[in-house]
């Protein structure tokens, strides 16, 4: 084969392979695209395993063809022919040593980071002191998403908004199918289940707006349950909740139980919602039992499983 053409072969498949790289920096990939702390420390442990794997794979692909080329069955080959070789302690050392240092270092880091992200971060983007979490109530139905703001008063379906540099406290349940909420750009998924109230921590630390979804299968109208979230700075976030407190309608009972019927529906904003309806969810599923600052998310402190992040 001339050079110049296995020169041009070899060019081809490097450039490939570093578009095929390159292209998950971009937003239509969010987890390789972090817009918070959680998402950018998630990526950092993808990105440590990716590395670990390599150091596997590559010595291995390497290797494969490497033998193929000095041991394959040819006239006047060099290598040396050995039918009794059975065993050798020193490779042995050496395959199982590596993988085991492996776990050992992408168990520690998991370990640390699962440890780290069971609060929300104590300082902003900028580096100044963070400031106290909002509290957003989350209930999944089928096949919709119910979001409830109990420190703002109001509620919306189908569309989130939150401001920027300041953790969000999710707490999740379902009044349906069991599922998980998702937002790739801020970090991993939490599950919402029947009578219960998960705990999920993000923040989004620049403007913009990303993709929520379901990460659950839940039915056939699970491909419907995504949501924009939109993270603006405090100041509109705070002319947002004013605009929806003055312009959309009251969410009722009889509003809230419609939406637990199985269909689906567009994005709706609400200037109220009867404040005691998640707590009622939680308990007509058996979870009469869980502590009133377990439901409502009162005391971040003590919270045993804060971030979740069940998705990491």
């Not at 979490?133 to 979001?147: D, G, L, N, Q, Y």
């Amino acid at each position: 084969m001339p050079k110049t053409f296995r020169r041009g072969i070899l060019g081809v498949l490097f450039t490939a392979l570093s578009l095929f790289l390159l292209s998950g920096c971009s937003s239509k990939y969010p987890v390789l695209d972090p817009a918070g702390p959680v998402a950018k420390e998630e990526l950092h442990l993808i990105e440590l395993s990716a590395l670990l794997c390599l150091i596997v794979v590559l010595p291995v692909i390497i290797l494969l063809f490497v033998i193929i080329a000095k041991y394959r069955d040819r006239p006047n080959r060099k290598a040396k022919y050995q039918p009794e070789w059975a065993e050798s302690a020193k490779l042995e050392l050496i395959w199982w040593s590596i993988p085991i240092i492996i776990i050992i270092i992408l168990g520690t880091f998991t370990a640390r980071s699962i440890f780290h992200l069971q609060q929300p971060v104590t300082s902003a983007s900028d580096g100044t002191k963070a400031k106290a979490p909002i509290t957003i109530e989350v209930t999944s139905m089928a096949w919709k998403w119910v979001f409830m703001y109990p420190g703002q008063g109001v509620a919306t379906v189908n569309t989130l908004e939150i401001p920027t540099d300041r953790p969000v406290q999710f707490v999740l349940t379902t009044d349906g199918p069991m599922n998980t909420l998702w937002i790739p750009s801020l970090g991993g998924q939490e599950m919402t289940m029947p009578g219960m109230a998960m705990r999920l921590w993000l923040q989004a630390d620049k403007a913009g707006t990303y993709i929520g979804k379901g990460g659950n299968f839940s039915g056939k109208g699970f491909a419907d349950m995504s949501f924009k979230v939109h993270a603006v700075s405090q100041n509109d976030f705070d002319k947002w909740v004013s605009n929806v407190k003055n312009s959309s309608p009251k969410m009722t009972t009889s509003t809230y139980n419609k939406l637990t019927k199985h269909n689906v529906v567009g994005v709706s904003t609400y200037s109220s919602y009867p404040k005691s309806i998640y707590t009622k969810t939680i308990e007509e599923y058996g979870g009469k039992d869980m502590k009133d600052w377990m439901i409502n998310g009162t005391d971040p402190s003590s919270m045993p499983s804060m971030s979740g992040n069940s998705g990491m």
